[in-house]
Protein backbone atom coordinates (compact mmCIF):
# COMPACT_ATOMS: atom_id res chain seq x y z
CA UNK A 1 0.00 0.00 0.00
CA UNK A 2 1.48 3.02 -1.45
CA UNK A 3 1.61 6.34 0.97
CA UNK A 4 -0.78 8.55 -0.42
CA UNK A 5 -3.28 5.91 1.21
CA UNK A 6 -2.12 6.92 4.45
CA UNK A 7 -2.57 10.15 4.60
CA UNK A 8 -5.51 11.62 6.05
CA UNK A 9 -8.60 12.69 3.72
CA UNK A 10 -8.28 16.12 4.78
CA UNK A 11 -5.36 16.40 3.19
CA UNK A 12 -5.60 14.58 -0.06
CA UNK A 13 -8.64 17.02 -0.62
CA UNK A 14 -6.84 20.52 0.21
CA UNK A 15 -3.64 19.27 -2.58
CA UNK A 16 -5.47 21.27 -5.26
CA UNK A 17 -7.92 24.48 -5.06
CA UNK A 18 -11.17 23.93 -6.74
CA UNK A 19 -13.51 26.29 -8.10
CA UNK A 20 -16.25 24.14 -6.85
CA UNK A 21 -14.81 23.66 -3.27
CA UNK A 22 -14.34 27.44 -3.39
CA UNK A 23 -17.77 28.01 -3.84
CA UNK A 24 -19.18 25.08 -1.97
CA UNK A 25 -17.52 27.09 1.21
CA UNK A 26 -18.93 30.41 0.19
CA UNK A 27 -21.75 30.22 -1.34
CA UNK A 28 -23.35 32.10 -3.97
CA UNK A 29 -24.34 34.97 -1.58
CA UNK A 30 -20.49 34.89 -0.67
CA UNK A 31 -19.41 34.93 -4.20
CA UNK A 32 -21.82 38.26 -5.28
CA UNK A 33 -20.68 39.52 -1.89
CA UNK A 34 -16.84 39.44 -3.26
CA UNK A 35 -17.31 40.65 -6.24
CA UNK A 36 -19.12 43.83 -5.34
CA UNK A 37 -16.42 44.39 -2.16
CA UNK A 38 -13.99 44.37 -5.44
CA UNK A 39 -15.97 46.50 -7.59
CA UNK A 40 -16.11 49.23 -4.84
CA UNK A 41 -12.32 48.53 -4.59
CA UNK A 42 -11.93 46.33 -2.02
CA UNK A 43 -8.87 43.88 -1.66
CA UNK A 44 -9.28 40.12 -3.10
CA UNK A 45 -7.33 38.86 -0.67
CA UNK A 46 -9.06 39.98 2.27
CA UNK A 47 -11.86 37.27 1.73
CA UNK A 48 -9.23 34.45 -0.44
CA UNK A 49 -6.41 34.73 2.04
CA UNK A 50 -8.08 33.37 4.99
CA UNK A 51 -9.86 30.37 3.12
CA UNK A 52 -6.24 29.65 1.60
CA UNK A 53 -4.71 29.54 5.44
CA UNK A 54 -7.43 27.08 6.50
CA UNK A 55 -6.39 24.69 3.72
CA UNK A 56 -2.74 25.25 4.34
CA UNK A 57 -3.54 24.54 8.63
CA UNK A 58 -5.50 21.75 7.28
CA UNK A 59 -2.61 20.36 5.26
CA UNK A 60 0.17 20.53 8.25
CA UNK A 61 -2.49 19.00 10.70
CA UNK A 62 -2.62 16.03 7.67
CA UNK A 63 1.08 15.68 7.00
CA UNK A 64 2.08 15.28 11.04
CA UNK A 65 -0.71 12.55 10.81
CA UNK A 66 1.49 11.15 8.73
CA UNK A 67 5.02 11.29 10.12
CA UNK A 68 2.58 10.22 13.59
CA UNK A 69 2.15 6.58 11.38
CA UNK A 70 4.08 5.27 8.69
CA UNK A 71 6.25 7.44 7.90
CA UNK A 72 7.32 7.83 11.89
CA UNK A 73 8.89 4.06 11.01
CA UNK A 74 11.77 5.84 8.67
CA UNK A 75 12.82 8.95 10.16
CA UNK A 76 15.54 7.61 12.48
CA UNK A 77 17.86 7.65 9.02
CA UNK A 78 17.46 10.07 6.64
CA UNK A 79 18.95 7.61 4.43
CA UNK A 80 15.87 5.33 5.42
CA UNK A 81 13.61 7.86 5.43
CA UNK A 82 14.57 9.23 1.59
CA UNK A 83 14.47 5.58 0.20
CA UNK A 84 11.52 4.87 1.70
CA UNK A 85 9.45 7.78 -0.41
CA UNK A 86 11.70 7.54 -3.28
CA UNK A 87 10.77 3.82 -3.89
CA UNK A 88 6.99 4.62 -3.17
CA UNK A 89 7.48 7.53 -5.96
CA UNK A 90 9.01 5.08 -8.77
CA UNK A 91 5.75 2.81 -8.03
CA UNK A 92 2.69 5.50 -7.46
CA UNK A 93 0.23 6.42 -9.52
CA UNK A 94 -1.45 9.32 -10.32
CA UNK A 95 -0.57 12.88 -9.64
CA UNK A 96 -1.40 13.50 -6.40
CA UNK A 97 0.23 10.31 -4.93
CA UNK A 98 2.96 11.45 -6.76
CA UNK A 99 3.11 15.07 -5.30
CA UNK A 100 2.68 13.77 -1.73
CA UNK A 101 5.91 11.74 -2.37
CA UNK A 102 7.88 14.92 -3.96
CA UNK A 103 6.88 17.32 -0.89
CA UNK A 104 8.41 14.62 1.38
CA UNK A 105 11.60 15.46 -0.25
CA UNK A 106 11.02 19.01 -0.22
CA UNK A 107 10.20 19.25 -3.93
CA UNK A 108 7.10 20.90 -5.52
CA UNK A 109 6.44 19.17 -9.29
CA UNK A 110 7.73 22.37 -10.60
CA UNK A 111 10.86 21.72 -8.35
CA UNK A 112 11.16 18.21 -9.80
CA UNK A 113 11.55 19.81 -13.22
CA UNK A 114 14.11 22.05 -12.52
CA UNK A 115 16.15 20.92 -9.91
CA UNK A 116 16.14 17.06 -10.08
CA UNK A 117 16.66 17.42 -14.22
CA UNK A 118 14.55 13.88 -13.89
CA UNK A 119 17.29 12.48 -11.76
CA UNK A 120 15.55 11.84 -8.71
CA UNK A 121 17.88 9.07 -7.60
CA UNK A 122 21.19 11.55 -7.42
CA UNK A 123 18.34 13.94 -5.75
CA UNK A 124 17.89 11.70 -3.01
CA UNK A 125 21.85 11.39 -2.00
CA UNK A 126 21.76 15.20 -2.03
CA UNK A 127 18.89 15.89 0.19
CA UNK A 128 20.20 13.00 2.53
CA UNK A 129 23.53 14.49 2.85
CA UNK A 130 21.52 18.51 3.01
CA UNK A 131 19.19 17.40 5.83
CA UNK A 132 21.81 15.40 7.85
CA UNK A 133 24.26 18.62 7.56
CA UNK A 134 21.59 20.90 8.66
CA UNK A 135 20.04 18.89 12.03
CA UNK A 136 23.94 19.05 12.71
CA UNK A 137 24.08 22.95 12.08
CA UNK A 138 20.94 23.30 14.01
CA UNK A 139 21.92 21.16 16.89
CA UNK A 140 25.03 23.38 17.27
CA UNK A 141 23.08 26.64 17.11
CA UNK A 142 20.21 25.95 19.21
CA UNK A 143 20.76 22.79 21.08
CA UNK A 144 19.96 19.43 21.09
CA UNK A 145 15.70 18.91 21.29
CA UNK A 146 13.72 16.38 22.87
CA UNK A 147 10.77 15.20 23.68
CA UNK A 148 7.37 13.58 21.88
CA UNK A 149 4.31 14.87 20.02
CA UNK A 150 1.26 12.68 21.50
CA UNK A 151 -1.81 12.61 19.35
CA UNK A 152 -4.24 10.49 20.91
CA UNK A 153 -2.64 7.06 21.29
CA UNK A 154 0.36 7.77 18.98
CA UNK A 155 3.64 9.73 19.69
CA UNK A 156 6.41 10.80 17.43
CA UNK A 157 9.79 11.30 19.08
CA UNK A 158 11.98 14.87 18.19
CA UNK A 159 14.94 15.53 17.57
CA UNK A 160 16.46 17.85 14.72
CA UNK A 161 16.04 15.12 11.80
CA UNK A 162 12.28 14.68 12.38
CA UNK A 163 11.74 18.61 12.34
CA UNK A 164 13.95 19.09 9.36
CA UNK A 165 12.24 16.32 7.40
CA UNK A 166 9.00 18.18 8.37
CA UNK A 167 9.65 21.38 7.89
CA UNK A 168 11.20 20.31 4.38
CA UNK A 169 8.24 18.69 3.21
CA UNK A 170 5.62 21.35 4.24
CA UNK A 171 8.04 24.35 3.12
CA UNK A 172 7.21 21.93 -0.40
CA UNK A 173 3.37 21.91 0.64
CA UNK A 174 2.80 25.52 1.20
CA UNK A 175 4.26 26.76 -2.13
CA UNK A 176 1.74 24.04 -3.64
CA UNK A 177 -1.03 24.87 -2.08
CA UNK A 178 -0.47 28.72 -2.52
CA UNK A 179 0.26 28.91 -5.77
CA UNK A 180 -3.00 26.72 -6.78
CA UNK A 181 -4.74 28.61 -4.64
CA UNK A 182 -3.47 31.85 -6.34
CA UNK A 183 -3.96 30.62 -10.08
CA UNK A 184 -8.00 29.28 -8.99
CA UNK A 185 -8.72 32.24 -7.45
CA UNK A 186 -6.84 35.13 -9.70
CA UNK A 187 -8.58 33.31 -12.94
CA UNK A 188 -12.20 32.42 -11.60
CA UNK A 189 -12.19 36.16 -9.91
CA UNK A 190 -11.10 38.12 -12.71
CA UNK A 191 -13.78 36.47 -14.93
CA UNK A 192 -16.35 37.30 -12.36
CA UNK A 193 -15.44 40.88 -12.09
CA UNK A 194 -15.55 41.52 -15.94
CA UNK A 195 -18.72 39.59 -16.79
CA UNK A 196 -20.15 41.56 -13.96
CA UNK A 197 -19.31 45.04 -14.70
CA UNK A 198 -19.35 44.51 -18.10
CA UNK A 199 -23.28 43.24 -18.18
CA UNK A 200 -24.17 46.32 -15.59
CA UNK A 201 -22.82 48.09 -18.63
CA UNK A 202 -25.38 46.98 -20.86
CA UNK A 203 -22.61 44.47 -22.97
CA UNK A 204 -24.15 41.15 -23.71
CA UNK A 205 -21.76 37.86 -22.84
CA UNK A 206 -21.05 35.33 -25.42
CA UNK A 207 -18.75 32.49 -25.13
CA UNK A 208 -16.27 33.23 -27.85
CA UNK A 209 -15.34 35.57 -30.96
CA UNK A 210 -18.47 35.35 -32.83
CA UNK A 211 -18.38 34.41 -36.73
CA UNK A 212 -20.06 37.80 -37.24
CA UNK A 213 -20.52 41.24 -35.68
CA UNK A 214 -22.87 44.05 -35.94
CA UNK A 215 -22.11 47.38 -35.51
CA UNK A 216 -25.54 47.67 -33.51
CA UNK A 217 -24.27 45.05 -30.94
CA UNK A 218 -22.65 45.40 -27.50
CA UNK A 219 -20.63 42.21 -27.24
CA UNK A 220 -18.06 40.57 -24.79
CA UNK A 221 -16.26 37.62 -24.18
CA UNK A 222 -13.74 36.37 -21.77
CA UNK A 223 -10.19 34.68 -21.61
CA UNK A 224 -9.66 34.31 -25.22
CA UNK A 225 -6.29 33.42 -27.04
CA UNK A 226 -5.97 35.16 -30.57
CA UNK A 227 -4.48 33.45 -33.77
CA UNK A 228 -1.06 34.84 -31.82
CA UNK A 229 -1.50 32.80 -28.89
CA UNK A 230 -1.68 36.69 -27.11
CA UNK A 231 -3.97 35.78 -24.18
CA UNK A 232 -6.41 39.01 -23.45
CA UNK A 233 -8.94 38.71 -20.27
CA UNK A 234 -11.60 40.26 -21.79
CA UNK A 235 -13.16 41.74 -25.48
CA UNK A 236 -15.57 43.87 -25.67
CA UNK A 237 -17.18 45.36 -29.68
CA UNK A 238 -19.66 47.72 -30.06
CA UNK A 239 -19.77 50.10 -33.24
CA UNK A 240 -16.73 48.85 -35.04
CA UNK A 241 -14.83 49.69 -32.14
CA UNK A 242 -13.17 46.62 -29.79
CA UNK A 243 -11.47 46.82 -26.19
CA UNK A 244 -8.75 44.59 -24.86
CA UNK A 245 -9.14 44.45 -21.27
CA UNK A 246 -5.88 42.86 -18.92
CA UNK A 247 -7.21 42.48 -15.18
CA UNK A 248 -4.77 40.91 -12.85
CA UNK A 249 -5.14 40.92 -8.80
CA UNK A 250 -1.27 42.27 -9.14
CA UNK A 251 0.50 44.53 -6.38
CA UNK A 252 3.42 46.42 -6.08
CA UNK A 253 5.60 43.05 -5.06
CA UNK A 254 4.90 41.89 -9.10
CA UNK A 255 5.71 44.94 -11.22
CA UNK A 256 7.68 43.22 -13.94
CA UNK A 257 4.10 41.43 -14.41
CA UNK A 258 2.18 44.46 -14.89
CA UNK A 259 4.92 45.79 -17.26
CA UNK A 260 4.40 42.61 -19.57
CA UNK A 261 1.01 43.49 -20.03
CA UNK A 262 1.93 46.59 -22.10
CA UNK A 263 3.42 44.71 -24.44
CA UNK A 264 0.13 43.08 -25.84
CA UNK A 265 -1.01 46.51 -27.68
CA UNK A 266 -2.69 46.03 -31.35
CA UNK A 267 -4.34 48.66 -32.94
CA UNK A 268 -5.97 47.10 -35.58
CA UNK A 269 -8.05 43.52 -35.81
CA UNK A 270 -10.16 41.44 -37.39
CA UNK A 271 -13.53 40.49 -35.16
CA UNK A 272 -16.42 38.67 -36.98
CA UNK A 273 -15.54 39.90 -40.67
CA UNK A 274 -15.20 43.29 -39.19
CA UNK A 275 -12.40 44.97 -38.90
CA UNK A 276 -12.45 46.83 -35.74
CA UNK A 277 -10.26 49.65 -34.34
CA UNK A 278 -8.62 48.40 -31.02
CA UNK A 279 -7.79 50.21 -27.63
CA UNK A 280 -6.51 48.52 -24.55
CA UNK A 281 -7.18 48.83 -20.51
CA UNK A 282 -5.48 47.40 -17.76
CA UNK A 283 -6.59 46.94 -14.55
CA UNK A 284 -4.21 45.86 -11.48
CA UNK A 285 -4.28 45.71 -8.13
CA UNK A 286 -2.24 48.81 -6.72
CA UNK A 287 0.85 50.14 -8.85
CA UNK A 288 3.72 51.13 -7.15
CA UNK A 289 4.16 54.99 -6.87
CA UNK A 290 7.75 55.17 -8.86
CA UNK A 291 6.25 53.19 -11.41
CA UNK A 292 6.94 53.74 -15.01
CA UNK A 293 3.72 52.09 -16.13
CA UNK A 294 1.38 54.85 -16.55
CA UNK A 295 3.97 56.42 -18.59
CA UNK A 296 4.65 53.27 -20.68
CA UNK A 297 1.00 52.75 -21.18
CA UNK A 298 0.27 56.24 -22.65
CA UNK A 299 2.97 56.10 -24.73
CA UNK A 300 1.08 53.45 -26.79
CA UNK A 301 -2.67 55.08 -26.27
CA UNK A 302 -3.88 52.96 -23.31
CA UNK A 303 -5.11 53.08 -20.07
CA UNK A 304 -4.27 51.54 -16.48
CA UNK A 305 -6.86 51.41 -13.60
CA UNK A 306 -6.11 50.38 -10.31
CA UNK A 307 -8.49 48.44 -8.29
CA UNK A 308 -7.31 49.88 -5.05
CA UNK A 309 -9.57 53.12 -5.11
CA UNK A 310 -13.18 53.27 -4.40
CA UNK A 311 -14.40 54.57 -7.62
CA UNK A 312 -12.11 52.45 -10.62
CA UNK A 313 -15.55 51.34 -11.78
CA UNK A 314 -17.07 54.79 -12.78
CA UNK A 315 -13.42 55.74 -14.25
CA UNK A 316 -13.52 52.41 -16.39
CA UNK A 317 -16.85 53.18 -17.44
CA UNK A 318 -16.01 56.21 -18.16
CA UNK A 319 -13.00 55.18 -20.28
CA UNK A 320 -15.30 52.55 -22.14
CA UNK A 321 -18.01 54.94 -22.85
CA UNK A 322 -15.69 56.89 -24.60
CA UNK A 323 -13.84 54.67 -26.72
CA UNK A 324 -17.24 53.18 -27.45
CA UNK A 325 -19.22 56.46 -27.81
CA UNK A 326 -22.04 55.25 -25.77
CA UNK A 327 -23.23 56.27 -21.98
CA UNK A 328 -23.97 54.78 -19.15
CA UNK A 329 -25.09 55.91 -15.64
CA UNK A 330 -22.24 54.57 -14.09
CA UNK A 331 -20.34 57.71 -15.67
CA UNK A 332 -22.74 59.82 -13.81
CA UNK A 333 -22.57 58.18 -10.27
CA UNK A 334 -20.44 59.68 -7.24
CA UNK A 335 -18.55 57.41 -5.52
CA UNK A 336 -20.93 56.92 -2.06
CA UNK A 337 -23.84 56.06 -5.12
CA UNK A 338 -21.58 53.28 -6.37
CA UNK A 339 -23.09 50.63 -4.01
CA UNK A 340 -26.56 51.20 -4.29
CA UNK A 341 -25.88 50.58 -7.79
CA UNK A 342 -24.33 47.23 -7.58
CA UNK A 343 -26.87 46.24 -5.41
CA UNK A 344 -29.33 46.72 -7.29
CA UNK A 345 -27.77 45.19 -11.13
CA UNK A 346 -25.81 42.21 -9.53
CA UNK A 347 -28.55 39.96 -8.00
CA UNK A 348 -29.92 40.41 -11.62
CA UNK A 349 -26.22 38.46 -13.15
CA UNK A 350 -26.14 34.63 -13.38
CA UNK A 351 -22.57 34.92 -12.85
CA UNK A 352 -21.90 30.66 -13.59
CA UNK A 353 -22.06 31.32 -16.69
CA UNK A 354 -18.64 33.55 -16.56
CA UNK A 355 -16.94 30.12 -14.69
CA UNK A 356 -18.16 27.27 -16.24
Known sequence: MGIFEDYNS???RNMSATRTDFIRQVGAEGIRGIVKEVLLGGNIRDFTEFITQKRLIESYAALLDLYMGRIGNHVDSVEEYAGCVLNDYMEARGRDPKTLDLWLLGLTRKGFDNITRDNIQDYKYSFTASVE???????KEYGPVSGTIEVGA????????VLSLLFTA????????????????????????????????GFTYVSGPPEDVSKSQKLFWLSNMDENERETDATVVCGGKAVSIDIGFIGKGNPEITLDKVTRFVRYKEIGRMAHDMATIIIVDTVS?????????RQVGGHVLQMKHRDWTIAFAKILCEIMQISHELTELEENELEACFDRYLPQIDMQEFVV
Open 10 to 12: SGK
Open 133 to 139: DISEGLE
Open 154 to 161: RKLSLNWT
Open 170 to 201: AGAQTLTIRGSAKSMNGKMFEKLILGSLLTIM
Open 289 to 297: ENSDLFHKV
